[in-house]
């Protein structure tokens, strides 16, 4: 009898104690991305065998493999990336999905656990929240009166359409104009 190994289940016999800041750590976590190294090599396929069967590129399923997630354009993306990767190894995806949200969870519970821990002055960690990269500024275009004024205009998809709903009003003007000026009363 085989035990199926594509599901991984903690059963816990006591009750859970709680944990120490110290104890806590993400990596204890098993990590989704090791699990889809585990498969892949298993499946005996290489990296860039998977990256053409999910059309990822190789470099996103190397930082996909080695859980830097931060380094991927974002959560919406790792798991997207996740769930392709498992259906190319024909893994089921809730495995890998739950792996990712437990390491999420033991995460969030770390950065809650270090917030409430008193630290003084000298042990205080900055949390900042992750910042966009930031875009550099144009430079403002060069130009005469004109170019200016234009520039406070809205753009020119909307005037077009201005235009065309103008003469559009104007052609049905001008077609009650020409029916009720046949019809109107003689003298």
């Given at each position: 009898?085989?035990?199926?190994?594509?599901?991984?289940?903690?059963?816990?016999?006591?009750?859970?104690?709680?944990?120490?800041?110290?104890?806590?750590?993400?990596?204890?976590?098993?990590?989704?991305?090791?699990?889809?190294?585990?498969?892949?090599?298993?499946?005996?396929?290489?990296?860039?065998?998977?990256?053409?069967?999910?059309?990822?590129?190789?470099?996103?399923?190397?930082?996909?493999?080695?859980d830097?997630?931060?380094?991927?354009?974002?959560?919406?993306?790792?798991?997207?990336?996740?769930?392709c990767?498992?259906?190319?190894?024909?893994?089921p995806?809730?495995?890998?999905?739950?792996?990712?949200?437990?390491?999420?969870?033991a995460?969030?519970?770390a950065?809650?656990?270090?917030?409430?821990?008193?630290?003084?002055?000298?042990?205080?960690?900055?949390?900042?929240?992750?910042?966009?990269?930031?875009?550099?500024?144009?430079?403002a275009?060069?130009?005469?009166?004109?170019?200016?004024?234009?520039?406070?205009?809205p753009?020119?998809?909307?005037?077009?359409?201005?235009?065309?709903?103008?003469?559009?009003?104007?052609?049905v003007?001008?077609?009650?104009?020409?029916?009720?000026?046949?019809?109107?009363?003689?003298?």
């Amino acid at each position: 009898m085989q035990a199926e190994m594509s599901r991984l289940r903690v059963v816990a016999t006591e009750a859970p104690r709680p944990v120490e800041p110290e104890e806590l750590d993400v990596d204890e976590v098993p990590s989704p991305g090791g699990y889809i190294r585990e498969q892949r090599q298993r499946r005996g396929l290489s990296i860039e065998q998977l990256a053409i069967a999910t059309k990822i590129p190789a470099s996103s399923l190397r930082m996909l493999e080695n859980d830097e997630f931060e380094a991927l354009p974002g959560p919406v993306f790792v798991k997207g990336f996740l769930r392709c990767c498992t259906r190319a190894l024909g893994l089921p995806s809730e495995t890998v999905m739950e792996l990712l949200y437990e390491r999420e969870r033991a995460a969030l519970q770390a950065r809650r656990m270090l917030a409430q821990r008193p630290s003084s002055a000298s042990e205080a960690i900055p949390v900042t929240a992750p910042q966009a990269p930031r875009v550099p500024e144009r430079p403002a275009p060069d130009g005469g009166v004109v170019r200016r004024a234009l520039i406070g205009l809205p753009r020119a998809n909307a005037l077009l359409w201005l235009m065309i709903a103008a003469f559009v009003a104007m052609l049905v003007m001008a077609a009650f104009d020409l029916v009720g000026g046949g019809s109107g009363p003689s003298t």
